[in-house]
């Protein structure tokens, strides 16, 4: 039976990890996702999963350690963040082009320099070409229901690459809200039994994992990672459906907020979106006929789809927690505006908060004003703007 529990969004990834029971999990470290692999750690010690637990030394060795575990047929996890993300680069390109389906939350945090343990989201769009399937979370009861389906998602045989759930450091991470938790009989049974396609460990069918390949047959491996990466858009979403039968919670690859009548509308990943339906709401009480896209998949990301949602709207302010340093406007931004076409509306890239710098209520209905004075007025003015910075 369901329960309803209070827990912080890194107790909830690590619930769910324990709900599921993997094979092989490596940990390091690293603010702020340390509490939710030394919770998971303590599920280990008491007894409560069977996981095989390396403690390793840095974040470059755990996922070293997860590609050698998923190698050999292991249901394999870890967690990171921020440096730790980056260090883990090398290999985390590697683990997705053999097609290991390795599950790894990532605890959104700004990279350095200068340091800063602040929420962003320049960790996970760093290695957002590395080919894993990326999801990110509003709320608490986000972070563990996707947790839960990306073992489903990665392991699917049309698809077999490695999944992140984003969740974003401190405003998720280390804050407590009321979720709904299945219990460990209900998802074991959901995500059911890992079986790998192949395994090191198979000698009856021996294979060769991590080969050279030169010019004759790397294309063509490249051009399987890619069809994984689109089938992956179905599969999203027919798990999505499955575990709304199961839990009453379906998921998609993004959730419209007001948006059937919307002139003007935000889109965003992240906790960021739950603060826009508040402002949307706000907005509508001054007669602004404003909605929210909620962004929850970004790779791959539902371009089309995403483009049709936005068609009614006048105006559309992309929201971006990171940048990309020598294109105009943030990775989300650019995504949107490479779908958009005749008819589209006009987009505009907001870019906030990075290194944790606050976004209020205030802040998006500024931006809902804006949006309806472009509307009025014709004019966009300045495409790319900033929210929040002291200039």
Known sequence: MPT??????????AEALKDVNPDVAAVFPITPQTELMHRF?????DGVVDTELILVESEHSAQSACFGA?????????????QGLLLMAEICAITAATRLPVVMPVVNRAISAPVN????????MFVRDAGWVQLYCENVQEVYDSVVQAFRIGEH?????????????????HTMEGLEVLGPEAVREFVGEYDPPLSLLDTANPVTVGPLHLSDYYFECRRQLIEGMENARRVIAEVGREY??????AYGHFEPYRLDDAEVAIAALGSTCGTAKVAADRAREKGIKAGVLKLRTFRPFPGEEVTDALKGCGAVAVMDRSVSYG??????FNEVRSFAGNGSPRLLSYVYGLGGREIG?????????ELAKINGDGEPGEIYRYVGLRE
């Open 361 to 369: 209520v205030r802040d998006l209905e500024g931006i809902f004003a």
């Open 41 to 45: 750690a303590s599920f280990v010690h």
């Open 117 to 124: 343990i602040g929420c962003d989201h320049s960790d996970s």
């Open 157 to 173: 045989k049309d698809v077999l690459l490695p999944v992140m759930v984003c969740l974003d450091g401190f405003i998720i991470s």
């Open 4 to 13: 309803l529990v209070a827990m912080t969004g890194n107790d909830a990834g």
């Open 327 to 332: 294109l105009r406007g943030g990775p989300v």
């Open 244 to 249: 709304g039968d199961l839990s009453g919670r």
């Open 70 to 82: 998923a190698a050999s047929g292991a249901r394999t996890i870890t967690a990171t963040s921020s």
